[in-house]
């Protein structure tokens, strides 16, 4: 892969009202127009340059658009007031009633919940699937199959889609690959191996630090502006739109996005070895047990690592809560749903970001309920980390002092 989505996002220069090396914050919900004609003209959408209303967009909310398209490599990019805005849009403004989608039948929980029980009122059906099965996808295709979606590393079992696959199909029947990259940005580019449209949380990796929700939405000019249309879009309809003071803040955060990135993969890939070489049930894209570590290779950006995700399935959930709160305890990291924070979060996935899915189902995917999903923080000292968690560990019998497992 020779996109360089970072150096790509540095070089985008905006300059402050008065020089600054920040750009100016548009502090505005709505602009004024020197002529009624250009006012007219603009709600007509053939006004290149002008604002109108801050839910249409605002230029704070343009220039971290224009960063998302950079790390992506498309065309452009619509920000949105959270990662559900930003799919909920999507996938609305694809499908009428009636219609249906072909789904990874491992996906966030709220991404699940929306496509599995809101999707109803619309009567648009859903077929989740195991993604990493190309024939099982291909073969729940329809004539009225509008869209394949999947998350290039999935929350939370960190299943690896084919997204040049995956791609194929989607064009060989004229849909769209929709690729939520949320869990792995700059290491995958989802875009570059073909998805048609990324939608990201912002509120994890990008942002990373946990101040707020936020969402976007990476595809073609045409897409975009579909989405922000006056009467048809749903960005502009729904009016999921992101504030611009915040869309200034993330935009500074995301100039060290590279860097934390690297941190976050070459801490996790410690500990994911460290726990595999304990006899721990452990699962991360760098590993070789992985059962897509090849094809992440294949995908992934190297400079970047394999990620700052890993899971750890400690057999119970009675454990799995009493290492989380001693981890807790020592300092460790927080009990705490989210990801891409500096500090390690880690949960019980299964009965928290994973609870819409019903037990059986869950069952079914391999969710077990003593699997722990960590995100990896930015610690400086991993292998003092990686004794302090080892020894919680040994304090609750998880594993023996003697490194088998208890
Ligand atoms: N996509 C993934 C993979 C997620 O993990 C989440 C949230 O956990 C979302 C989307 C939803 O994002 P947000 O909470 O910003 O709406």
Redesign the pocket.
């Known amino acids: 892969m020779d996109y360089k989505a970072s150096e790509h996002i540095q070089d985008l220069q905006h300059f402050g009202e008065f020089g600054g090396v920040n750009p100016s914050i548009s502090d505005s919900s709505t602009y004024t127009f020197l002529s009624a004609k250009t006012m007219f003209d603009t709600f007509e959408g053939n006004t290149e340059g002008c604002y109108l209303y801050s839910r249409h967009s605002s230029p704070s909310n343009l220039y971290l658009g224009e960063a998302m398209a950079q790390l992506e490599g498309t065309e452009s990019a619509n920000v949105f007031a ?6 909920t849009a999507v996938i609305l403004q694809l499908c009428d009633t009636g219609d249906h989608i072909v789904c990874s039948r491992t ?5 699940y919940a929306f496509m599995k029980n809101f999707l109803k009122k619309f009567n648009i059906t859903v077929s989740f699937v195991d993604i990493t099965n190309l024939d099982v996808v291909k073969n729940a295709i329809t004539p009225k199959t509008k869209m394949i979606y999947c ?1 290039a590393v ?2 939370p079992l960190l299943e690896i889609a084919n997204l040049g696959a995956l791609s194929k199909m989607a064009k060989e029947h004229s849909m769209p690959l929709v690729v ?1 990259n ?2 792995s940005p700059l290491t995958i580019n989802a875009a570059q191996l073909g998805a048609d449209i990324v ?6 990796f990008i942002n990373g630090s946990s101040d707020c ?3 976007a939405v990476c595809a073609s000019t045409d897409f975009c502006l579909s989405l922000k249309d006056v009467n048809n879009g749903a960005g502009m309809l729904l009016g999921s739109t992101m504030d611009s003071l915040r869309a200034a803040s993330i935009l500074k955060n995301m100039r060290t996005l590279h860097i934390r990135i690297k941190k976050h993969s070459e801490n996790a890939s410690y500990l994911a070895n460290k726990f595999e070489e304990d006899g721990l049930k452990v699962v991360y894209p760098g590993l070789a047990s992985h059962p897509s570590h090849e094809l992440m290779k294949a995908q992934m950006n190297h400079e970047y690592g394999f990620g700052g995700m890993l899971t750890l399935d400690v057999g119970t959930l009675d454990k799995a809560n009493a290492l989380m709160e001693l981890m807790q305890q020592k300092k460790l990291g927080y009990l705490a ?3 891409g924070f500096y500090k390690t979060l880690f949960s019980a996935s299964g009965t928290s ?1 994973s609870s819409e899915i019903p037990e059986e189902e869950q069952k079914q995917l391999g969710l077990s309920e003593g699997l722990i999903r960590f995100s990896i923080g930015l610690d400086n000292d991993i292998h003092t980390t990686y004794k302090a968690m080892r020894g919680c560990m040994e304090e609750l019998g998880i594993l023996a002092a003697d490194s088998a497992l208890a």
Not at 82 to 87: D, E, K, L, N
Not at 107 to 111: A, E, F, H, Q, V
Request: hydrophobic letters at 35%.
């Open positions: 959270s990662g559900m805005g930003a799919i996906i966030y929980g709220g991404t998350e999935s929350n939520d949320t869990f939608v990201h949380s912002l509120t994890k929700v936020a969402g749903v989210s990801l970001t």
